[in-house]
């Protein structure tokens, strides 16, 4: 039997990966009380991250030109 992830929680862990945490229980923990956030271009093809807003669901994609940059609070469900 596999595991089917969303395209979300497919984001959430490669931006796991780019910020060096190894499982999303560990990256929410250590920002959810900061000011920025990692955050994830949700373009597919597109891994662009940046630090963002915690409540981020449209910030500007540098590398692909959209507004489609999402916090990991909000990946998550948290915000």
């Known amino acids: ?7 979300k929680a497919k984001k959430l862990m490669k931006l ?6 190894e499982n999303p229980y560990d990256l929410l923990q250590a920002v959810i009380t900061d ?9 597919e093809g597109c891994e662009y991250t940046a630090e963002m807003e915690p409540d981020q669901r449209e910030g500007y994609c540098e590398l692909c030109g959209g507004n489609t940059v999402m916090s990991a609070l909000v990946l998550a469900d948290l915000i």
């Open 1 to 7: 039997m596999s595991l089917v992830l969303t395209e």
């Open 16 to 21: 796991c990966e780019a910020e060096g945490y």
């Open 35 to 43: 000011s920025v956030c990692p955050a994830i271009c949700m373009t």
